[in-house]
């Protein structure tokens, strides 16, 4: 079954607002990285969040884990039209050999 | 972050056929993943592509349907099968290198079967 399950499915927000979507899972992990994807085309690499962490930042992401909770979120601070896009959670599940097990995704739009 | 290119783009087939798909990765990468994107959905693990031995396969795949080769460290193919319009997806090949824990996506490959 998926690791990972994310919400909102979707979220329109206009220019300059915040996102936040949030990523729950299932099992121990190693790490939890998010992606963006846009229009159907490769997945680009955000952040990469170990399990002994609890907050990172990358400029204008943030990222929090509570493995107690087994949930991430992901903040987009003053979102531009440029981030419309899909954004993916995916787990290293411990144990797993490295592979990834992806959450169902949430679909950002940003209106201008 | 590793360099990752695949092809092709995209194709589109007809059904029975089979299609290759290459994917070509820069020096730091040492493992190599296949991965798999219905419409819609989330990314499906395929295979763990081995370099020289069989390619480790997830629940559900099978190397018949979705035979892949890794002949050196840098370069592997997935070849789909026998193709049905339900594989129609994007393939996505990633590569992860040997301390690093991220793990780097290629361009994809879109695949249409009639």
């Known amino acids: 079954s998926q690791q990972g399950e994310e919400d909102p499915q979707a979220l329109s927000i206009q220019e300059g607002e915040n996102a936040t979507m949030n990523c729950s899972y299932k099992t121990s992990i190693n790490n939890l990285q998010w992606y963006r994807q846009n229009s159907g085309r490769g997945l680009v690499h955000l952040i990469l969040?170990?399990?002994?962490?609890r907050e990172k930042h990358s400029g204008r992401l943030r990222v929090t884990l509570d493995t107690s909770k087994k949930s991430s979120s992901l903040l987009i601070t003053a979102s531009r039209a440029a981030d419309t896009a899909s954004y993916f959670c995916?787990?290293?599940?411990?144990?797993?050999?490295?592979?990834?097990?992806f959450g169902t995704g949430t679909q950002l739009k940003v209106e201008l | 972050s590793a360099v990752i290119s695949q092809k092709p783009s995209r194709d589109i087939c007809q059904r029975g056929t089979s299609l290759t798909i290459q994917c070509q990765v820069d020096?730091?990468?040492?493992?190599m993943f296949w991965y798999r994107q219905q419409p819609g959905q989330s990314l499906t693990l395929i295979a763990t592509a081995n370099q020289g031995s069989e390619a480790t396969y997830e629940s559900g795949f099978v190397i018949d349907k979705f035979p892949i080769s890794r002949p050196n460290l840098t370069f592997s193919t997935l070849t789909v099968s026998n193709m049905s319009p339900e594989d129609s997806s994007i393939y996505l090949c990633s590569g992860k290198g040997r301390l690093a824990s991220e793990q780097f996506f290629g361009p994809g490959t879109r695949l249409t079967v009639l």
């Open positions: 020096s730091q990468v040492t493992m």
């Open positions: 969040i170990r399990s002994n962490e």
């Open positions: 995916a787990t290293a599940i411990t144990g797993g050999g490295n592979k990834l097990t």
